[in-house]
């Protein structure tokens, strides 16, 4: 086997044509012949190259609509022969089988076109790519002898080494080719698998929004990066990203030092809380649960108010900011030490602000859409939709003989989305300062709802009184209800649902509180 191989003919058949004419470009000038099929073949031609169809190859035309095009012996016999292999050579050339020596494909957009609103049956299956698959597979079984891409992203690599060894490919580049295009075709087939299986019976049924949870779960996920450790020293961690560039994982880190398993854990967490919020939010989190939330006019002023709420717990927090990052914020929160901040944008200024702090992690992020969660535990997996609800004040029921004033539901309204991301057992204290919400205290992970207010109310910096609570789930008993109310709070939001409904309400009604249901939990357990 040779570790450098010629490229004498490509097949180019691609789907995404970002970067195809400068790629083929490069090939003809080393003079590769170019095979190509339809609409692939049409775009090389409109750039001024010389291209060959698939067509001219086989001897038979592209037929039945397009799908069959490749399926021929002349292609698969191009591609797989072993050039090394005297039988193999003697076979081809007995047929007058050409060989390939690199095919370029990439797939169908089945993924783009079943998620497609009112998307019919018939375009599904049409969308179901036949002869690609079978030619990446062809390719990278052999090789030793061809070069298979594909993606576009290995077109500036390929054209760089191309051109720094006269038209050759090195053998760890065909084999590093070859791994990534299996890796391809085997998560094209888990999709089609997937999507299939979340559709009717019976293909003369009505096809509806595929919501279900799939029948079998196929997660394919290339490493994007091995960490340090995980959440311990001792344990081994790495990065694994679904590929759309989105969300935490697909973030693009700005400035700092490697990110830790722990980092984004609690990136994700803080992500999410202030994507709860239309206002500019800020949330500090520390081992996931917010140490303060604040809201405001401005960055600096909503950092603020979160920085206020625990001072003390923000030391060492990473931070989540909803709206771009300006110089004034920057400021301020250059002024404690965090691990990381996320935000969508961030000014030259801020930049400058924050890269004066060496190892401060600063990460922008293009938000991602809600998807499935995905829990191991031993002997298999847990699987649930994202909670993405939440509650609108003409939805909340007022359960008090007093009703909750206009800036109690505001703010116990806030309260309510911080507690949402909170670990259970959780209560959040909250505040309306200045037209914006602020968290006053937050008692989270506690294995009673009772500690759970004691211990939101310990950790309150700021005064109590006045302030509402959120409960995540409903009060059981009378007693978490009666400590916060002696804590200073005057409005309680929590969903209800207990069988003793009437007691706590009873208990709120000679406490003088405002109540209100949500009918909806927020449990969290990690």
Not at 3 to 26: C, P, Y
Not at 150 to 174: D, P
Not at 455 to 471: E, I, Q, R, Y
Request: glycine share 10%.
């Amino acid at each position: 086997m040779s570790d450098w191989k010629v490229v004498r003919r490509a097949l180019l058949s691609v789907t995404d044509k970002t970067g195809l004419v400068e790629f083929a470009r490069t090939l003809a000038g080393f003079g590769v012949e170019l095979v190509s099929t339809g609409g692939t073949s049409k775009a090389l031609r409109d750039a001024g190259l010389d291209v060959r169809d698939v067509a001219e190859l086989t001897g038979f035309p592209e037929m039945l609509d397009g799908r069959v095009k490749t399926l021929h012996p002349v292609v698969h016999g191009g591609i797989l022969h072993r050039r090394g292999d005297p039988a193999h050579v003697s076979a081809v050339e007995k047929h007058g089988i050409g060989p390939i020596d690199m095919v370029v494909v990439n797939l169908y957009a089945f993924e783009k076109t079943a998620a497609r609103e009112g998307v019919k049956l018939e375009e599904i299956i049409e969308n179901i790519d036949i002869g690609g698959p079978s030619m990446l597979r062809s390719a990278a079984k052999n090789f030793e002898d061809v070069a298979v891409v594909s993606s576009v992203e290995n077109y500036a690599a390929l054209t760089e080494e191309l051109k720094a060894n006269e038209g050759k490919l090195s053998l760890k580049t065909r084999w590093q080719l070859s791994r990534k295009a299996f890796a391809t075709t085997a998560a094209y087939d888990a999709a089609i698998a997937t999507t299939l299986e979340a559709l009717p019976d019976s293909p003369e049924e009505k096809l509806e929004k595929m919501s279900e949870l799939p029948v079998t779960l196929r997660v394919i996920a290339p490493r994007q990066a091995t960490l340090r450790y995980g959440e311990n020293p001792h344990q081994s961690a790495a990065l694994y990203v679904d590929g759309s560039g989105l969300g935490i994982a697909g973030a693009e880190q700005l400035h700092g030092k490697e990110l830790s398993y722990n980092n984004l854990v609690d990136l994700d967490a803080c992500w999410s809380l202030v994507s709860e919020f239309e206002a500019c939010a800020v949330a500090i989190i520390k081992h996931t649960n917010p140490c303060g939330v604040g809201q405001g006019t401005t960055v600096a002023e909503a950092y603020l108010r979160a920085l206020a709420a625990d001072p003390e717990s923000a030391f060492g927090g990473v931070i989540g900011i909803n709206r771009t990052v300006d110089g004034e914020a920057a400021a301020e929160i250059a002024k404690l030490f965090v691990e990381a901040v996320v935000a969508p944008e961030f000014t030259p200024e801020a930049l400058a602000a924050l890269g004066a702090k060496k190892n401060l992690r600063v990460l922008r992020i293009k938000p991602a859409t809600p998807s499935r969660m995905i829990k191991q535990i031993s002997g298999g997996y847990l699987v649930q939709d994202e909670d993405t609800a939440m509650v609108q004040a003409e939805q909340l029921k007022v359960v008090t003989k007093r009703e909750p004033t206009a800036e109690e539901i505001t703010t116990l309204l806030f309260a309510w989305r911080v507690c949402k991301h909170v670990k259970s057992n959780a209560i959040v204290y909250a505040r309306f300062d200045g037209g914006f919400g602020q968290t006053v205290g937050v008692g989270a992970g506690q294995m009673s709802r009772v500690a759970a207010a004691k211990f939101g109310a310990m950790k309150a910096a700021l005064p109590l009184k006045g302030t509402v609570a959120a409960s995540d789930a409903f009060f059981p008993f009378p007693d978490g209800l009666e400590l916060i109310a002696e804590s200073g709070a005057t409005a309680i939001i929590q969903p209800g649902g207990s069988v003793r409904d009437p007691e706590v309400i009873a208990a709120a009604d000679r406490l003088g509180l405002a109540m209100v249901f949500t009918g909806m939990r927020h449990f969290r357990h990690g």
